[in-house]
Nanobody, 124 residues
């Protein structure tokens, strides 16, 4: 089993930055995909960004050039650096992980492991 623990959410004004962290505990696969989803009230869940264990990344068009996903394999932790935040980025952000390849941002399957979510609120 893998447990994912997120941190780093909060409130910020438009144009500001936040960094989310997701630490994985338990059995860690030698190859994996970890990433982030978000869901705003009344909207569908959206895949935001994902990173393979080899460091290759994918991200959604809505966050390109503003969000950066990275990882620290020694710490089993994935980060989402969010810059130039907009009010429309307001959502609950969820970390997700799987032992399969990312296939974009988990576009072909539902990840096996999920974090509890962390709220990001961007005010105008």
């Amino acid at each position: 089993q893998v447990q994912l623990v997120e941190s780093g959410g909060g409130s910020v004004q438009a144009g500001g930055s936040l960094r989310l962290s997701c630490a994985a505990f338990g059995y860690i696969y030698s190859s994996y995909c970890m990433g982030w989803f978000r869901q705003a009230p009344g909207k569908e869940r959206e895949g935001v960004a994902a990173i393979e264990s080899d460091g290759s990344t994918s991200d959604a068009d809505s966050v390109k050039g503003r969000f950066t996903i990275s990882h620290d394999n020694a710490k089993n932790t994935v980060y989402l650096q969010m810059d130039s935040l907009k009010p429309e980025d307001t959502a609950m952000y969820y970390c997700a992980a799987d032992y399969r390849h990312c296939s974009g941002v988990f576009s072909e399957y539902e990840p096996n492991y999920w974090g509890q979510g962390t709220q990001v609120t961007v005010s105008s």
